[in-house]
């Protein structure tokens, strides 16, 4: 079976992520409760929504029955879970729902779909340099890498 990925990107601002824990909670009786990592968190939550017209619709519904014919392989689709981008996660519909349609006002269609979606894999070095930067752009701050590495730093260590 060819890898099914879905066409159409979700509105912006009808987004939900309930983000993949990765730390496990520990209540206590008494104090703070304890923590600890779990080694790779479960899947991400979307809810995503869009609208269209009934041939978005149909296609939406039509890309659900496509994919409940083998509902174990996951699907692709862009999606802004992790970052400011658009990326290509794998997915499925979660509980296995189809896209729900809230409301048709005359020729426009508002679907709503939860999905499961997969974490992507983790850069830690760039979370580090991400963080340490604070508020900075980091792509900028990056630039700025680049340069202390390639020109300053070289030229820092001819004078030596």
């Known amino acids: 079976m060819a890898e099914l990925l879905l066409a159409?990107?979700?509105?912006?601002?009808?987004?939900?992520?309930d983000h993949a824990a990765r730390v496990e909670e520990q209540i206590l009786a008494h104090?703070?409760?304890?923590?600890?990592?779990?080694a790779h968190g479960g899947p991400h939550k979307v809810v995503v929504?869009?609208?269209?017209?009934?041939?978005g619709y149909e296609y939406l519904m039509s890309f659900y029955n496509q994919w409940a014919d083998?509902?174990?392989?996951?699907?692709k689709a862009l999606l802004l879970i992790g970052n400011?981008?658009?990326?290509?996660?794998?997915?499925?519909?979660a509980g296995g729902q189809p896209p729900k349609l809230n409301g048709q006002n005359g020729p426009n269609f508002t679907i709503s779909a939860e999905f499961y979606a997969n974490p992507l894999p983790r850069i830690v070095d760039w979370e580090k340099f991400?963080?340490?930067?604070g508020k900075?752009?980091?792509f900028e701050a990056q630039n700025a890498l680049e340069k202390l590495v390639n020109k300053?730093?070289?030229?820092?260590w001819g004078n030596l």
Do not use: I
Request: glycine share 6%; charged share 25%; net charge positive.
């Open 8 to 17: 159409y990107s979700p509105l912006q601002s009808g987004y939900s992520v």
């Open 31 to 38: 104090g703070l409760p304890r923590y600890r990592r779990v």
């Open 49 to 55: 929504n869009w609208k269209t017209k009934a041939r």
């Open 70 to 75: 083998n509902p174990n392989q996951p699907f």
């Open 84 to 93: 400011g981008r658009l990326e290509e996660y794998e997915c499925t519909f």
């Open 130 to 133: 991400v963080v340490a930067l």
């Open 136 to 138: 900075n752009d980091p």
């Open 152 to 156: 300053t730093l070289p030229e820092l």
